[in-house]
């Protein structure tokens, strides 16, 4: 699912090739991705593919928690702008050591 540009979830279909290719770019473009990840987003939230794919495609580790319980420093977090204010609340190990 994806909000768009409404803020409406609505379902869009992803061929598997347009995934692998995505993921395979991913991989490239984000070296941290085999290191450790938090997915704090819902399953349904269209960033949750690169945080919860693109590790388990890389070697990497996927943590399933928010960003407030992070127990291990993440190497990588992808987030959305409104997440940033958060980060500054938690403790510096919250966040990621490699990639924002």
Known sequence: YTSGSTGRPKGVI???HALATY??????TYAAM????????????????????TPLTAGGTVHLTSLEETVAQPSLIKAT????????????????????
């Open 23 to 28: 993921l395979h770019r991913a991989r490239r």
């Open 14 to 16: 992803i061929e598997h």
């Open 34 to 53: 085999n290191g450790d990840t938090v997915l704090h987003s819902p399953l349904a939230f269209d960033l949750t593919i690169t945080a919860l794919w």
């Open 81 to 100: 702008p409104s997440h940033l204010p958060l980060l500054t609340t938690l403790p510096e190990t919250a966040s990621p050591s490699h990639t924002l």
